[in-house]
């Protein structure tokens, strides 16, 4: 079956440490996003990329980076300067015309600072 | 700037009841707007979406909502609920000038009681 996979599904992450949440698809999708959801604030969007080795910053891109090497890929880290980490992290995927087809989301990644 | 608003943290209904979520844009020009469902610890579904046409939209699970372009509104809608449509539901705005970006609404909770 076609989909996203995000893993891991619960990380932890101690002060300081910077951390890499995975997201693959086998969607043949070219764009792809990361989005972060906290309670009672809807999705914001972290960093979204259309094609391999491009990648663009979206509304609230500070202490995140990606990387996009492969089609299917795109990781992203949260680094030591995010000051505020936990969060529920959604990655999606879409052809290159999503106001006709949408996302596809995968299932997420609970990421919690201990 | 581009933005939905869904007023409602909550709704309650009773099973085989009506149902409406709502959501209300801000855009220049034409909307392209979008409803999802997110069920606890999952990614995002897509239920429907509106583009141009009918301003009534159906979509999945019997889902269906209403385009009111004077009201600028886009309030989801169902004749009869279910338990099982107990879960999280986003509107979500194209952005007018990246359409790789979407703007979500903070999300409305429906429990449907049995």
């Known amino acids: 079956d076609g989909g996203i996979t995000q893993s891991p599904k619960y990380l932890f992450r101690k002060e300081g440490q910077n951390v890499t949440l995975s997201c693959e698809q086998n969607?043949?999708?070219?764009?792809m996003y990361w989005y972060r959801q906290d309670p009672g604030q809807g999705l914001r969007l972290i960093y979204y990329s259309q094609i391999v080795n491009d990648f663009q910053k979206g509304d609230i891109a500070e202490g995140y980076s990606v990387s996009r090497e492969k089609k299917e890929s795109f990781p992203l880290t949260v680094t030591s300067a995010q000051k505020n980490p936990t969060a529920f992290y959604l990655c999606?995927?879409?052809?290159?015309?999503?106001?006709?087809?949408?996302?596809?989301f995968g299932s997420g990644t609970r990421l919690t600072v201990v | 700037a581009q933005s939905v608003a869904q007023p409602e943290d909550q709704v309650n209904v009773a099973e085989g009841n009506p149902l409406t979520v709502k959501c209300t844009y801000s855009?220049?020009?034409?909307?392209?707007l979008f409803w999802y469902v997110q069920y606890p610890n999952r990614g995002l579904q897509f239920l429907l979406k509106y583009i141009t046409g009918d301003n009534l939209v159906k979509g999945s699970y019997g889902f269906e909502a209403e385009f009111n372009k004077s009201q600028t509104s886009f309030h989801l809608k169902k004749p009869s609920a279910l338990v099982s449509d107990s879960a999280l539901y986003f509107c979500?705005?194209?952005?007018?000038?990246?359409?790789?970006?979407?703007?979500f609404g903070s999300g409305t909770k429906l429990n449907v009681k049995p």
């Open positions: 855009v220049s020009g034409n909307p392209y």
């Open positions: 969607l043949n999708h070219d764009a």
């Open positions: 979500a705005v194209r952005d007018m000038r990246n359409f790789n970006k979407f703007y």
């Open positions: 999606a995927s879409s052809i290159v015309s999503p106001i006709l087809y949408g996302y596809t």
